[in-house]
């Protein structure tokens, strides 16, 4: 038990570290992108869980819609993968 608490507190020493390190306006930015992210997985939830009601054309187009959400959120992702560096 105690190798798991010296993990767990080596961890957050590390993370703090990080974040110590980070400009705050890059802080701000990455929860900005994140933000974004949850708000598009948000949006997509609702056509993702119905989609199976769907006449096949419009079903295309519903995943041809969440492809490219998908997308984008990839891409906000990255960036603030980017930021975090």
Do not use: N, W, Y
């Amino acid at each position: 038990m105690e190798c798991a608490t010296q993990k767990l507190r080596m961890d957050f020493t590390a993370r703090r570290r990080l974040r110590e390190a980070m400009d705050p306006d890059t802080i701000e930015l990455i929860a900005q992108l994140c933000t974004q992210v949850g708000m598009l997985m948000e949006d997509a939830s609702p056509v993702a869980v119905t989609i199976g009601h769907s006449a096949p054309e419009e079903m295309r187009m519903r995943l041809d819609d969440l492809a490219c959400v998908a997308e984008k959120i990839s891409r906000l992702i990255s960036a603030a993968q980017a930021l975090s560096e």
